[in-house]
């Protein structure tokens, strides 16, 4: 009888084993190593003084067909959300830092990266990988066929969780959104000149489309595609 019972408490303690070991390795693929891209730490000292950066900012719609570094992806994204203080503050402010910016990156020409496109996530300075592919053509399909949004080397798309601002200051909310995402696009282009590259605010564009190509949650709504190339 005792060897029967020291059996079945053997048999339930694998077993129990057993389901630990499988649960762990049914992870969603989205966190697996593979999918992140850690990106370089940005510099946080240049040689471009604020007031040289805000001279020399300019929409510039034509670049040259040469790639961007993975440290000049790193350090435009850090300009448009990336962390400045332990509590979670970022580049750019945020009504009551509710936050409701999400950023993507279209890769289509960088060096060390293959084209796709990520999400970035300021908190791990890191890049999710969301599709596998240069869709710089598409999206240009999707922004009216506008050309610069397919010769950028890159672009980067801002969207925006309403709810997250609206939830706290209700319809007031909306206008804190449409602010927020004029601070960070600032900082973009401002990072831009610094790093003698160009950059353009592109407003004009299909929403669904945008969602579609960009395999954007239901509940953001694009605001900005940015494409950023050598000029
Ligand atoms: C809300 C907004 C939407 C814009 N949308 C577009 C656009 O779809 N395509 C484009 O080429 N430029 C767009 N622009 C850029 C403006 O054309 C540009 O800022 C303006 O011509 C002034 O030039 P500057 O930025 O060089 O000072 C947009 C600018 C803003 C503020």
Known sequence: MKRLIVLVISI???????????NDREEPATTTEHDTVKLPEPEKESATSIEEALLGRRSIRAYRDDPLTLAEVSQLLWAAQ???????????????ATYPLEVYLVAGN????????????PVKHELVKLVEGDKRAELCDAALGQRCVEEGAIAIV???VYERTT?????????YVHMEVGHAAQNVYLQAVSLNLGTVVVGAFYDDEVK????????????????????
């Not at 339930?12 to 499988?22: D, H, K, N, T, Y």
């Not at 960088?110 to 996530?121: F, M, S, T, W």
Request: proline share 7%; hydrophobic share 40%; charged share 20%.
């Open 158 to 160: 801002f969207s925006a």
């Open 12 to 22: 339930a303690v694998i077993s129990v084993i057993g389901v630990i070991l499988q």
């Open 212 to 231: 579609r190509v960009i395999n954007m949650p239901e509940e953001e709504r694009p605001l900005y595609i940015m494409p950023v190339g050598r000029v």
């Open 82 to 96: 990336g962390i400045t203080a332990h509590w979670g503050g970022r580049t750019a402010p945020s009504a009551g």
């Open 167 to 175: 939830g706290r200051y209700g319809d007031r909310g909306v206008r």
């Open 110 to 121: 960088v060096n060390e990266l293959p084209g796709g496109i990520y999400k970035y996530n």
